[in-house]
């Protein structure tokens, strides 16, 4: 039996491959995760959630007493196409407008692995990790891997501004 004597500094080799080893596995672990910009900031609702809350609003129609106003904005309405949308990925938002003067907001975070969505084409917002893809009338998921819909979020639509109710 060999006895293993400790290295400078009291570890052993026993515990100095094991760290090296456990470094390494999450640094692969992290890598394989997707994105690194997936947290889910305050306010948002959890990704994880089955069911979310979400607005639809009209031009005109006040949909909350906090108005789209100040860093609260988002877009202008002319900035939403009719049949698509915009991902906010600062803001972890997707707006959608699935007819005309119809506007719907989403979580802009994947249900899949917490992933940003990229973009909104064809009638589906669209996650780049994986390929889950969603409705963008409702959040439903209209191709795998994704099991859950992106939850809703309550929007304001004021004169051509839209903001976060």
């Known amino acids: ?96 407008q699935p007819s005309q003067g119809e506007f719907k907001a989403f979580s802009a975070i994947c249900t899949h692995q917490k992933c940003v969505v990229k973009d909104v084409s064809d009638g589906t917002i669209n996650c780049p990790c994986h390929g889950s893809k969603f409705s963008i009338e409702d959040g439903g998921v209209r191709h795998d891997p994704a099991k859950l819909p992106l939850p809703g979020m309550k929007i304001s639509v004021r004169g051509d501004s839209i903001g976060l109710a």
Do not use: N, Y
Not at 24 to 41: F, V, Y
Not at 60 to 89: H, M, N, Y
């Open 1 to 96: 039996m060999t006895h293993m004597s400790p290295a400078p500094g009291g570890a052993s080799r026993r515990s100095v491959v094991a760290a090296v080893g456990a470094t390494g596995l999450a640094a692969a672990l992290a890598a394989c995760g997707g994105s690194d910009d997936k947290a889910t900031p305050p306010g948002t609702p959890d990704a994880d959630a089955t069911s979310g809350t979400q607005q639809t609003s009209r031009p005109g129609q006040e949909s909350s007493a906090a108005g789209a106003t100040g860093d609260r904005v988002l877009a202008r309405t002319s900035e939403i196409p009719v049949g698509g949308g915009k991902v906010f990925a600062d803001r972890r938002v997707v707006v959608t």
